[in-house]
């Protein structure tokens, strides 16, 4: 599987702008960016995925670099509820051996301040 | 809500014993992926069952084996139980073979003593 590679952890206040950063060098060209997160003492959930361009729903944004190496997941105002980690995860949409598997890394640890 | 049921929420057992996880996906959905999350070793991917067929196998223990029925829930079996197994195991459910997002569970947390 593909590799990718994000910060540790990151802060923010409440009611500001997060731009989650995640870099994906070695990414195949049917690989999809895929973005979960996992609240405390829950499962993960889906956050947003995107291919090539830019991508929006109600939860957050997603800026894919043209070169698609990298990617920025944007939270445009932060919550203490968005507090989580963060995992930036590559799917290939071919399927092949992975059949549709996300692979977790360690994520980014997101912490809000009030 | 996710619409994926996990039960038991807590299971507490001892060394040796063997403790079985279920799983009910979302209505709807044929893919079935159970993960286990220890403080170590993060979430790691087990396997994953599609209409009935395994289709994709991780770093799953020869102890551990699971198996999807026809009314498409599934069940995880861990036999003969270590310390080191204690870990919160998750099931997801996705619509389709690799398409379709994954939606967890909220988990079964195992302790081992």
């Known amino acids: 599987d593909a590799k990718t590679t994000q910060p540790n952890s990151m802060e923010s206040n409440e009611e500001e702008p997060v731009h989650l950063p995640c870099n994906h060098s070695t990414i195949s060209g049917t690989d999809y960016i895929h973005w979960y997160r996992q609240l405390p003492s829950q499962g993960p959930e889906y956050v947003i995925h995107g291919l090539t361009s830019n991508v929006n729903n109600r939860m957050a944004s997603l800026a894919i670099a043209e070169d698609r190496k990298s990617s920025t997941l944007i939270l445009h105002r932060a919550t203490l509820r968005d507090a989580a980690v963060y995992y930036c995860i590559l799917r290939d949409r071919a399927g092949g051996t992975s059949y549709g598997k996300l692979t977790f890394g360690q994520g980014t640890i997101l912490t809000v301040h009030p | 809500d996710s619409g994926v049921t996990q039960t038991p929420k807590h299971l507490i057992t001892a060394t040796g014993q063997r403790v079985t996880l279920r799983c009910s996906p979302r209505s709807g959905d044929l893919s079935v992926y159970w993960y286990q999350q220890s403080l170590d070793q993060g979430l790691q991917f087990l396997i994953q069952?599609?209409?009935?067929?395994?289709?994709a196998k991780g770093n799953i223990l020869e102890r551990f084996s699971a198996q999807q029925f026809p009314d498409l829930h599934s069940e995880l079996n861990l036999s003969s139980l270590e310390l080191g197994d204690s870990a919160l195991y998750f099931c997801a459910s996705s619509v389709g073979l690799h398409t379709g997002e994954l939606f967890f569970g909220e988990g079964s947390r195992l302790t081992v003593l």
């Open positions: 069952y599609y209409n009935g067929e395994e289709r």
